[in-house]
């Protein structure tokens, strides 16, 4: 599975947007980003996915880079709910299982 | 909205004893996942379940973890002899149709092996 890379930590305030990175440099054409994100004291939770073009939801929205090997989750105003540790995960489109294999993830702190 | 559960919340158990965790997944989801987190460290997949066997499963999973969908609602994952190196919070997890789809997760049990 390809691997992704993720500063450990960052900082933001209140209601001010939050770009996390994502670094994939190994990803395949086939392979689907995903963002999930943990609270604290909870389970992971959906936030994004993309292949190519950019993405937005209600939560969200995912930039992918041209070469697809970096992407940037953006929180357009982070509220303390978004305090949580963000996941980056590349999933192949032919996986069999649907396993999701997370790293270390982004721990987001958001100052009031 | 529908959201995975999960029982118990936590689950405290002597080294050896067998455990069973419950989760009711999504009504109309096809596949389950269970992982699980020891403190401080990463989320780690156990075992993925579709069509009533494993699909696939990690190293972790050996041979003391079994997974079960007993009736048309629970998914269950027993191990049966804990050790101390069990003690992690587990998620349990359900997607609707396809390998690729989202993934909903429960709230989780902490098992703690004394």
């Known amino acids: 599975d390809a691997k992704t890379t993720q500063p450990n930590s960052m900082e933001s305030n209140e209601e001010e947007p939050v770009h996390l990175p994502c670094n994939h440099s190994t990803i395949s054409g086939t392979d689907y980003i995903h963002w999930y994100r943990q609270l604290p004291s909870q389970g992971p939770e959906y936030v994004i996915h993309?292949?190519?073009s950019n993405v937005n939801n209600r939560m969200a929205s995912l930039a992918i880079a041209e070469d697809r090997k970096s992407s940037t989750l953006i929180l357009h105003r982070a509220t303390l709910r978004d305090a949580a540790v963000y996941y980056c995960?590349?999933?192949?489109?032919?996986?069999?299982?649907?396993?999701?294999?997370f790293g270390q993830g982004t721990t987001l702190q958001v100052k009031p | 909205e529908p959201e995975v559960t999960q029982t118990p919340s936590h689950q405290v158990t002597q080294m050896g004893q067998e455990v069973i965790l419950r989760c009711v997944p999504i009504s109309n989801h096809l596949y389950f996942y269970w992982y699980r987190q020891i403190l401080g460290q990463k989320v780690e997949f156990l075992v993925s379940f579709y069509n009533n066997e494993i699909s696939e499963k990690s190293e972790i999973f050996d041979d003391q973890f079994s997974v079960e969908r007993p009736d048309g609602s629970n998914f269950t994952l027993k191990i049966r002899s804990t050790k101390l190196e069990d003690s992690a919070m587990y998620f349990c997890?359900?997607?609707?149709?396809?390998?690729?789809?989202?993934?909903?997760f429960g709230p989780g049990t902490r098992l703690t092996v004394l």
């Open positions: 993309g292949l190519t």
């Open positions: 997890a359900s997607s609707e149709v396809g390998t690729t789809d989202t993934q909903y």
């Open positions: 995960i590349l999933r192949a489109y032919s996986s069999n299982t649907g396993k999701l294999i």
